[in-house]
């Protein structure tokens, strides 16, 4: 069965001439769709993108959205405005708070985000995700440019295990009632409380710096972990 793609483009590292492009081009079973569309900045460049993306949606009928870094403040816009429908794809995304948040968190996400990320950190993502009934986190030992998606092979692989989810409803419900819970339990929520506990020992390593420790010995240590 062929899967419709549309890009966001802003931010899809490369662009038409990206790696990441080429992979989705060249697989038979795809057809992409990446319109021009401005960059995601405040008032008329936001308003005037949000309508392009609109019409290609009526005109393509995408069944995957992919949204890469500062392309998650547009699909988080047209997520907020009910098409949330459509399974969302999200490499190194921007804006995911309100993204797993919209629509009460029913969105159906697929979210792949670096560990060494310096734009959206992987520990605000992975409390994002928790606010979501349905949203998957796929970590990589990577920075905001994630280049290890592609290069593991890993792009269309966890392309479809979302298609899977948003086309057949077992898949849906095995996700949400089954899987999903047992990846929190078992990754999701260990991680988040070693985010935690390393926030607290950094407060108190503050503390002691207002209290008159040593200066640049604290600093050391904090630019060290």
């Not at 590292?13 to 697989?27: A, F, H, P, S």
């Not at 079973?29 to 008032?43: F, I, K, L, N, R």
């Not at 392309?159 to 999903?180: C, I, K, Q």
Request: with cysteine; proline share 5%; hydrophobic share 35%.
């Amino acid at each position: 069965m062929m899967i419709r793609i549309l890009i966001i483009k802003p931010g899809f590292g490369g662009g038409k001439d990206g790696t990441r492009y080429k992979i989705l081009c060249e697989n038979p079973d795809t057809d992409v769709s990446m319109p021009d569309v401005p960059e995601p900045a405040p008032g008329k460049e936001i308003t005037t993108g949000l309508q392009i993306l609109r019409n290609e949606i009526e005109r393509f009928h995408p069944d995957v959205l992919i949204a890469a870094s500062r392309g998650g403040i547009y699909v988080t816009e047209l997520a907020s405005e009910g098409f949330t429908k459509i399974p969302i794809f999200c490499i190194s995304a921007l804006k995911t708070r309100m993204l797993c948040a919209a629509n009460d968190g029913t969105c159906l996400l697929m979210m792949c985000h670096g560990t060494k990320d310096d734009k959206n950190p992987i520990e605000r993502v992975r409390c994002d995700c928790m606010t979501s009934n349905v949203a998957e986190l796929v970590e990589f030992d990577d920075g905001h440019k994630l280049s290890a998606l592609e290069n593991s092979g890993q792009l269309l692989l966890l392309l479809n295990r979302l298609l899977r989810r948003g086309r057949h409803s077992d898949a849906y419900s095995l996700w949400v009632e089954e899987e999903r819970p047992r990846w929190i339990e078992s990754q999701l929520e260990p991680r988040i409380r070693e985010d935690e506990k390393r926030a607290r020992e950094d407060r108190e390593r503050i503390l002691h710096l207002r209290r008159g420790q040593d200066v640049s010995s604290v600093l050391s240590e904090l630019k060290s972990k």
